[in-house]
């Protein structure tokens, strides 16, 4: 069992940053892939960025790449995702997940474990 907790959200201007955390529970986080998702009011939940359990890859989707960067520490049990360059678009409740196995780190579906979100607002 783990369990996630968010925090680093935020409301920030355009063109502003904010880096989210993500604490996980139990001994055996190095072995789980880590991921962001977010979703905002209206839409579907969207693979925003994952970090491989071997802590090798990375995978960010074209709509972030070169503005957010997932990192992880597993030391301290935590991952990280720093949001560069954020746009009002980029505004929702931002969820770090975790899974175990290979598969797609895209698809949520995957994902065994959720934290509760954590809200990031972009004004113009």
């Known amino acids: 069992q783990v369990q996630l907790v968010e925090s680093g959200g935020g409301l920030v201007q355009a063109g502003g940053s904010l880096r989210l955390s993500c604490a996980a529970s139990?001994?055996?986080?190095?072995?789980?892939?880590m991921g962001w998702f977010r979703q905002a009011p209206g839409k579907e939940r969207e693979f925003v960025a994952a970090?491989?359990?071997?802590?090798?890859?990375?995978y960010h989707p074209d709509s972030v790449k070169g503005r957010f960067t997932i990192s992880r520490d597993n030391a301290k049990n935590t991952v990280y995702l720093q949001l560069n360059s954020l746009k009002p678009e980029d505004t929702a409740v931002y969820y770090c997940?975790?899974?175990?196995?290979?598969?797609?780190?895209?698809?949520?579906?995957?994902?065994?474990?959720w934290g509760q979100g954590t809200q990031v607002t972009v004004s113009s």
């Open positions: 970090f491989s359990w071997s802590g090798s890859t990375t």
């Open positions: 997940a975790a899974r175990t196995g290979s598969g797609t780190p895209a698809n949520l579906h995957e994902y065994d474990y």
């Open positions: 139990g001994r055996t986080f190095s072995r789980y892939t």
